[in-house]
């Protein structure tokens, strides 16, 4: 996980959740982002980012116009 690539994605990952009506991911993510920041143990973070990332992937198979490509590029390469 690149953590500089993360600090800068993970709020627009987490209001896009929220617009997509995933407030319990958005809210984990969020919860998991500030332990991070806290501790940097990122076993929390990456999971629900790569649970946000399937989300936004299936998003995007019914509706390409659903999730911003660059979203979704930006959170991969934040994970990477």
Excluded: H, T
């Excluded at 994605?9 to 969020?30: G, H, M, N, Y």
């Amino acid at each position: 996980m690149n953590s500089q690539r993360m600090e800068k994605v993970v709020a627009p990952v987490i209001e896009k959740l929220e617009k997509l009506s995933q407030v319990e991911l958005a809210a984990e993510l969020s919860w998991c982002w500030g332990s991070y920041q806290n501790d940097q143990n990122p076993s929390g973070l990456v999971e629900k980012s790569e649970a946000a990332l399937g989300f936004f992937r299936a998003s995007r198979e019914k509706n390409s116009k659903s999730v911003a490509k660059k979203l979704v590029d930006d959170l991969e390469a934040a994970l990477a």
